[in-house]
């Protein structure tokens, strides 16, 4: 079974500065792959970075950034240089993966998300 | 390239009846899946179709269904309202891609009173 921690509700962080959100993750296959997802209010669900559990270096994005930690089951999300339209829901999600470095398959399993609010 | 398009948008239902909601994927994308999002329980993984099978699906009751046409297009139904089925409706399309990345519509919120 898969299974993905978010511990901070809701997080704050003034216009240009950097955030970062935690996950932590526990799972039992060999194999995986870590989502972020961004949820504004309109309710659809943006795709953001993806972290393959074999992937030697972390995954970068534009002003996203996944700081992976195999170890200790983390895949933190930071994002740089904050800015207003960075308001909204934000969910840490995990599917298996076919061997190393394949393409994830199956349900995603999520986290409880976090509620970012960029303050100008 | 359009995204996964969702219908109806809104909706309110009363107990006991039923409703359908509609998915199209995006264009070429084989692999839907369906995902209800409450505020108490968070996502929660309902069911996912390739190519009109359903290849997995989650632990909701017999009330739950869905399909998969030829077109890759999708729906869900809830048959017999419960209050408790009031949620946001998410369905994503997967076209396999480098990471198998899930791509969403907008949802279905459904109100039932």
């Known amino acids: 079974a898969q299974k993905i921690t978010q511990t901070q509700p809701g997080m704050f962080v003034q216009e240009k500065e950097a955030v970062t959100l935690d996950c932590t993750y526990d799972?039992?296959?060999?194999?995986?792959?870590l989502f972020w997802y961004k949820q504004p209010s309109s309710g659809e669900m943006i795709f953001l970075i993806y972290q393959g559990s074999y992937d030697q270096q972390n995954a970068t994005e534009g002003r996203y950034s996944l700081n992976f930690q195999k170890a200790r089951k983390s895949a933190n999300l930071v994002i740089s240089a904050s800015q207003l339209g960075d308001s909204a829901m934000y969910f840490c999600?995990?599917?298996?993966?076919?061997?190393?470095?394949?393409?994830?398959?199956?349900?995603?399993?999520f986290g409880q998300g976090t509620i970012l609010t960029v303050h100008p | 390239k359009a995204g996964v398009t969702q219908t109806p948008r809104y909706l309110i239902k009363t107990r006991g009846q039923q409703v359908t909601l509609s998915c199209s994927p995006i264009s070429g994308h084989r692999s839907v899946s369906w995902y209800q999002q409450t505020p108490g329980q968070g996502l929660q993984f309902l069911f996912e179709y390739f190519s009109e099978t359903q290849r997995n699906k989650g632990n909701f009751p017999g009330r739950f269904s869905g399909r998969q046409f030829s077109n890759s297009r999708s729906e869900m139904n809830v048959s017999t309202l419960e209050l408790g089925d009031s949620a946001l409706y998410l369905c994503a399309s997967s076209g396999g891609g480098s990471t198998g990345e899930l791509f969403f519509g907008e949802g279905s919120r459904l109100t039932v009173l």
């Open positions: 799972t039992s296959d060999p194999s995986y792959g």
């Open positions: 999600a995990m599917r298996g993966v076919n061997g190393a470095g394949g393409t994830s398959y199956g349900k995603l399993t």
